[in-house]
């Protein structure tokens, strides 16, 4: 027998309850959590504010619904200590501290980071609720557009509320390309990122937060995606087409690369038409070429040649079935990735 009573288990259980739910709301609505708004793969600082750390300072940082110690600085002893193996190692080599400040650093963000964190430097208490965007769970839109032509981005928003943060990035690395702060109203592009590969090629418009890329070149191929404050809005595949290549039947063509040498860890692929069927492979890392001759009912056989050093493809002795879109796709952000549209006409 327990030393409870059933009724008096259950009311005991409604009053832990009650009590938790009080310490939530106390927790939640009257301490003021500071929201952080960030994407998969990015860093964040969450910042405590001290221009810097008094000797008997001791600073926390913990996450969570158990409010587990992630890190720590016990200034008088000058010891700055991270937990990595705490909650299965989530945290692990993403944790920087700040040591002037006792600022928190997460590097490598992914929705494990999700959550609350409480800072605690000596008594006091600071909050803050990570909020992180899923990268995945927006649908990609492909969009064409020719080398030189301007192409259009469309946020599909009717209009900015008054606090809405529009970013638009750029890339695996998703670099920010353009910002939108509609209060205090400002628009800034960032023209010297990516080696400027955007430089006064941008336009924002400043009701809808559309995204226009004038005189395109192929090195704006790549995913972009539209961010609210809170949210992955859409995703943009855009590929950039070179103009072009005409080639007569039975004769050969090569769609270059623009590589002069590939690097140890490089993959690429080159696909082709409307289904992205993959034609040829290079993979350096597992020093591996591949020529798929059985593909598209073999339209390719014996037709492909790879250069090893520079992934430019040549089809041999053209026939009007090789006549369509080929992409080059790219395994690091370091390449674009290409696509060229090859013409074949007869005799
Ligand atoms: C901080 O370090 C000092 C010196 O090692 C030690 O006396 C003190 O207990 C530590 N404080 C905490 C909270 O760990
Ligand atoms: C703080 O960090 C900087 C750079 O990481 C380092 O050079 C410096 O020695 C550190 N200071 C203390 C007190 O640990
Ligand atoms: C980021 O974390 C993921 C796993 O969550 C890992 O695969 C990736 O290599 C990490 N990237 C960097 C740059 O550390
Ligand atoms: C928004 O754009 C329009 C047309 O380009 C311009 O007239 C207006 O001044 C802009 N408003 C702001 C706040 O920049
Ligand atoms: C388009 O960009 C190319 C370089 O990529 C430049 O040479 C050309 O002058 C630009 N054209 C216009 C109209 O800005
Ligand atoms: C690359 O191509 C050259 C000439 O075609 C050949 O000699 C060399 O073995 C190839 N290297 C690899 C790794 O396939
Ligand atoms: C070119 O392809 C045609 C079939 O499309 C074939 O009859 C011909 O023999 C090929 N020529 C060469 C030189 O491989």
Redesign the pocket.
């Known amino acids: 027998m327990g030393f409870f009573s059933e009724p008096m288990k259950k009311m005991f259980l409604k009053l832990v309850l009650l009590c938790l739910c009080l310490w939530r709301l106390d927790g939640v609505f009257s301490v003021a959590v500071k929201l952080v708004s960030v994407m998969e793969g990015d860093s964040v600082s969450l910042n405590s504010d001290l221009t810097e750390m008094k000797d008997d300072d001791v600073i926390q940082w913990r996450f969570g619904d158990e409010n587990t110690v992630i890190a720590e600085i016990n200034v008088t002893a000058y010891r700055i200590t991270v937990y990595d193996d705490v909650l299965d190692g989530r945290f692990r080599d993403r944790l920087k501290l700040d040591n002037q400040t006792g600022s928190l650093i997460i590097t490598n963000i992914t929705t494990e980071h999700d959550g609350g964190y409480q800072l605690q430097i000596n008594s006091a208490i600071k909050s803050f609720d990570l909020y992180v965007r899923r990268v995945i769970s927006v649908a990609v839109k492909s969009v064409s557009v020719m080398e030189g032509d301007s192409v259009s981005l469309n946020s599909d928003l009717t209009e900015m509320k008054d606090d809405d943060v529009i970013q638009w990035r750029f890339g695996d690395e998703n670099t920010v390309i353009a910002k939108i702060n509609k209060w205090p109203?400002r628009?800034t592009v960032y023209d010297d990122v990516l080696d400027g590969r955007f430089r006064d090629r941008l336009k924002l418009d400043?009701?809808t937060g559309s995204l226009t890329i004038t005189n395109t070149t192929t090195e704006h191929t790549g995913d972009i995606k539209l961010l609210t404050s809170s949210e992955i809005r859409e995703r943009f595949r855009l590929f950039v087409f070179v103009k072009s290549v005409s080639v007569k039947e039975g004769d050969s063509v090569s769609l270059n690369s623009r590589l002069t040498e590939m690097k140890d860890d490089d993959v690429i692929e080159w696909r082709f038409g409307d289904e992205n069927t993959v034609i040829a492979e290079i993979n350096k890392p597992n020093d591996r070429i591949t020529v798929y001759d059985d593909v598209l009912d073999g339209r390719f056989r014996d037709r492909l040649k790879l250069n090893n050093q520079t992934g430019s493809l040549t089809i041999t002795n053209t026939t009007t079935e090789h006549d369509g879109d080929y992409k080059l796709l790219m395994s690091t952000a370091r390449l674009s990735s290409k696509s060229f549209i090859v013409s074949v006409y007869g005799e």
């Open positions: 109203d628009i400043n009701q």
